[in-house]
């Protein structure tokens, strides 16, 4: 099957839903490391976050490297401590080749500035912390067809999928 625009591809069956609600103060890239680990998930997508925050640390893309992988000089981030309400919040969980679980999410937040809403969104790192509440929604995946390793190309974390992969060089 010569498929054009696609790289790699797989399926896998949706065990359940996951919901939680992070504590005040929290950050929220760990409150959702933690809450994957109390519940055993391995493997998952985010599908939803929304609530405010109190201070939100966006990474992003400011320019495409000459050769990988991605360093903090091809970054730019941006720290914004304000209130915040979390619009969206989407990523993928999946068990590392080498052991420990990788969560891979972006989120976008709007905040008034000149009396104005402006929305901002990148990667989502440590740094981000919740402010009044946030809920999170996580599709939890059956373990053993996702995995996390190391991309040829970009020399960084990606997703793989173990059952019916296509890959293409």
Do not use: C, M
């Given at each position: 099957m010569g498929l054009k625009f696609i790289e790699c591809?797989?399926?896998?069956?949706?065990?359940?839903?996951?919901?939680?609600?992070?504590?005040?103060?929290?950050?929220?890239?760990?409150?959702i490391e933690e809450a994957m680990?109390?519940?055993?998930?391995?493997?998952?997508?985010?599908?939803?976050?929304?609530?405010a925050l109190k201070k939100a640390l966006f990474r992003n893309l400011k320019c495409f490297p000459k050769s990988y992988p991605v360093t903090s000089k091809d970054r730019l981030y941006l720290e914004v401590t304000a209130p915040m309400e979390l619009v969206s919040l989407a990523g993928w969980i999946?068990?590392?080749?080498?052991?420990?679980?990788?969560?891979?999410?972006?989120?976008?937040?709007?905040?008034?500035?000149?009396?104005?809403?402006v929305t901002l969104g990148g990667h989502l790192t440590e740094g981000t912390i919740c402010?009044?509440?946030?809920?999170?929604?996580?599709?939890?995946?059956?373990d053993g067809g996702v995995y996390a390793d190391k991309d040829q190309k970009t020399?960084?974390?990606?997703?793989?999928?173990k059952h019916n992969p296509i890959e293409f060089s």
């Open positions: 591809i797989g399926s896998q069956n949706i065990e359940r839903l996951v919901q939680f609600r992070v504590k005040p103060d929290a950050d929220l890239l760990e409150a680990k109390a519940e055993g998930v391995r493997a998952g997508v985010i599908v939803s976050g929304l609530g999946a068990p590392k080749t080498g052991g420990g679980v990788e969560v891979h999410a972006h989120y976008s937040a709007s905040t008034v500035e000149n009396d104005k809403v402010g009044i509440k946030v809920v999170v929604a996580i599709l939890v995946l059956t020399k960084s974390f990606d997703i793989f999928w």
